[in-house]
């Protein structure tokens, strides 16, 4: 985890990765960027935002494979 994490009270909102709500203009990336936000905060946070991502058929696991395809930083 990156050392600049911080706590914060904002719940992680799954409907953010509806159908509907990523076709919106820029839906995609409010949903990635919020996505990589949360993994700048506590742990429990970061947990409850994985049991909502597993909550949804599939979304978990898109996720991660997607994380095991990009290029990590140095």
């Not at 990765?17 to 919020?34: I, S």
């Not at 970061?46 to 991660?64: C, F, G, H, Q, T």
Request: aromatic share 4%; glycine share 2%; net charge negative.
């Amino acid at each position: 985890m990156p050392p600049d994490r911080h706590s914060s009270q904002d719940t992680f909102d799954i409907d953010m990765l509806d159908p509907r709500a990523l076709e919106a203009p820029d839906g995609l990336n409010t949903a990635l960027c919020a996505i990589e936000a949360v993994c700048h905060r506590s742990d429990p946070e970061i947990a409850e935002m994985v049991a909502a991502l597993d909550s949804r058929p599939y979304i978990l696991e898109y996720i991660i494979s997607g994380t095991l395809r990009a290029p990590s930083s140095p």
